[in-house]
């Protein structure tokens, strides 16, 4: 089996640089630390977990609490981070532990799993406006990654996209073609990103001088999609065009719209926000799904690798990053249609 020794030896470095590069320690060279873990992987190194929790003060294990919601479901968002976490972590050799939320309390599950005192970090998700989380976290000087954001200016390590711009890339492709009455079928606002996009949303529709009435929120449920585009087209003043929190959701609007006798996007187009989910896979849609698009995949990476490096001591305004969404235009939106014109008395 190899050791730390048989890796100096190799490196020509003392046990104690090799333990520190492999450990993350900043004050090892970043190419040092990179040759050490060059060996080591060749070699087949693998630490000894209790030598390495004496030698850094750190378990090597990192947590991440799910909320489960009454009918013991998951967002389904949350299996595709689950499996890309898990593995990103594993590359830093750093295990994740998973617990369950059913308390009211969004603080608890956390602080039940710190009087534990096995966990160096966490990895918090569906964060909320002014995340209770965090601000435990912080008063207590835990290290945590946030996938999202809960305010307008963090000052915690972060990873996602930029929910405003979601919003008013939408709206303004819409208006463009020529639409002026946008509907969106939201999530639930009590979600930040959802209030982020609500905000967006108004601000850009009254930018163009439009109404601003045309919203619904909820659970991101093909149900709800359904039930509120039948609702929005069974107004006096329906809508001419759906922007959807989801394809889920757009996948209930698009059906909603057929059964009222309507096409896409010959009378309502329809786009939503994708996060490349295998179930629903905007490509496949009839016609294919206009879209704001970020792989929710394409978080885990940065959220592991960011957590471990704020481990390892890289501050927090050094780990702060926000994408804005790809705007991909397919067949679901197109011209507003333009209205009747009566040919008068006969």
């Known amino acids: 089996m190899a050791t730390l020794k048989k890796i100096g030896e190799e490196l020509g470095l003392s046990v104690a640089t090799v333990s520190r590069a492999l450990n993350g320690f900043p004050e090892v060279k970043e190419t040092t630390r990179n040759r050490v873990r060059e060996v080591a992987d060749r070699l087949g190194y693998r630490p000894n977990r209790v030598a390495q929790r004496l030698v850094t003060g750190r378990s090597g294990m990192v947590g991440m609490i799910v909320k489960i919601k009454p ?19 594993s590359e830093r050799e750093i295990d994740l532990v998973l617990a369950v939320d059913q308390a009211e309390d969004p603080v608890l599950p956390y602080q039940r799993m710190l009087e534990r005192d096995v966990l160096d970090g966490f990895i918090l998700n569906a964060p909320v406006p002014d995340d209770p989380r965090v601000s435990f976290l912080q008063e207590r000087g835990i290290p945590f990654v ?13 990873f996602g996209i930029d929910n405003f711009a979601v919003s008013t890339d939408s709206v303004r492709l819409l208006a463009q073609l020529g639409h002026r009455r946008i509907a969106l079928i939201n ?49 006096a003043t329906s809508p001419t065009a759906i922007i959807c ?13 057929r059964d009222r006798g309507l096409s896409v996007p010959g009378d309502v187009s329809v786009m939503a926000h994708d996060d490349a989910l295998p179930q629903t896979r905007a490509i496949n849609f009839e016609p294919a799904l206009t879209v ?30 926000t994408l804005k969404a790809d705007l991909i235009i397919r067949g679901s939106t197109g011209p507003a249609p333009k209205p009747e014109i009566s040919d008068g008395p006969r």
């Open 71 to 89: 009918d013991m479901s998951a967002d389904q968002t949350f299996f595709e981070m689950l499996t890309g976490l898990t593995a990103a972590l």
């Open 292 to 321: 704001t698009r970020a792989p929710m995949r394409d978080a885990c990476a940065p959220l592991a690798h960011m957590l471990v490096d704020h481990l390892n001591g890289t501050p927090a305004y050094e780990l702060q990053v």
């Open 146 to 158: 946030l996938h999202g954001q809960d305010r307008a200016c963090p000052n915690y390590p972060t």
């Open 187 to 235: 999530g639930e606002v009590s979600a930040a990103f959802a209030h982020d996009r609500l905000a967006a949303f108004e601000a850009e529709m009254e930018d163009f001088g439009l109404n601003k009435d045309l919203i619904r929120t909820g659970a991101s449920l093909e149900s709800h999609g359904y039930s509120q585009a039948l609702d929005l087209l069974s107004a």
């Open 245 to 257: 929190a989801s394809t889920v959701i757009a996948a209930g609007a698009m059906r909603a719209i």
